[in-house]
């Protein structure tokens, strides 16, 4: 599809390499797309414009909403607290059973209703009283120049930035990446090379490096979810096999969050998930030493609560994304025993609840535009 690219959008990237055959590669991801002028990757937001590799999208988004933490799935990085979300267009994965599929496999750019500068973004999140912004929707590998100088905007206002990713990404660009993130939860997507090659186009051991890297070479508090699919990840060999390298390679104190499939994108025939297999899990990886599981996108209050890793009483009771009980003192301590819970928390819960609310940039990108010095760009 030759679909135009807007040059008021378009950002020179910094991975990529000239090879013999006049080609370039992008170094942004595995994948290692090899391109000619005016080709675009398979995320196909990164193209070969003049002799270079260009971001194509930076600065607009596929729109924003204020959500719960709790969504991204964030269960101990600031609970009950609003996030401001928003995504772009784009994938560097290829995932049959995207649930984001309308955004994530966008060839249609107009889909980008939503121009917004940084610092427009860390304003609204100041205004709306959210404490982080989300890279959330579609990955934001895709869009690294962009998140990054968001994070930065954020940073300058006391705002926290979080990830929501697959983790696909190469080693200069996920450092530079993850110095900004103060949070992400990373889809790990099954713990199969096969899983990851017959259902993604992509390979497990990239996403495995990303995890070690977040947890032992970056202070980014992580949590993991996986979408269990019926027949495809969802075996207890497999779920074993899973929560004892988390708990080897990453420790007990990662949160894993198990979440439902439901039929979407190129997997309408598949069934969902049923929440006996979530309770499994759950059970499976409580058993095998992570202390802190949780079932996702089913009711399951219990599934869903955080308890003491020690003594067993509940820390944050909730009810889908809404909290329901808290009695973490001290900025993160059990109120019976005394034992730290690990995470990112405040001596109080946030007051967000369930809601979601969309957010219009036009107000905010104005202002940011009037306050921009004369010939300054965005970045």
Known sequence: MDVPIDPAHVFETRFWTRLA??????????????????????????????????????????????????????????????????????????????????????????????????????????????????????????????????????????????????????????????????AANVDLKGFTDRFYRKLAAGRLGPVLDTLRYIRHETDTWLEITTLLIPGENDSEEELHELTRWVLDELGPDVPLHFTAFHPDWRMRHVPRTPPATLHSAREIALGNGIRFAYTGNVFDPDGQTTRCATCGSVLIGRDGYALTSWTLEDGGRCAACGTVCAGVFEDRPGRWGARRLPVSMHDYAARADAQRPAGGRTS
């Open 21 to 182: 055959d006049g080609r370039i590669r992008c170094d942004l991801c595995p994948r290692l797309c090899q391109l000619r002028e005016g080709q675009r990757g398979l995320c196909f937001v990164r193209a070969n414009l003049g002799g270079r590799i260009v971001l194509t999208t930076y600065g607009r988004s596929s729109g924003f909403c204020v959500d719960p933490i709790e969504k991204k799935p964030l269960n101990h990085f600031l609970p009950g607290t609003a996030v401001l979300s928003f995504g772009t267009a784009g994938c560097n994965l290829t995932c049959s059973f995207c649930q984001n599929w309308h955004i994530s496999k966008s060839r249609e750019l107009q889909t980008l209703a939503e121009s917004a500068s940084p610092e427009a973004i860390a304003d609204a999140a100041g205004d709306l009283g959210c404490r982080s912004v989300a890279f959330t929707y579609n990955d934001p590998v895709v869009f690294h120049e962009y998140a990054i100088d968001v994070a930065a905007a954020c940073r300058d206002r006391g705002i926290r930035t979080v990830a929501v990713t697959a983790g696909y990404v190469r080693e200069a660009p996920r450092a530079e990446f993850y110095r900004w993130m103060d």
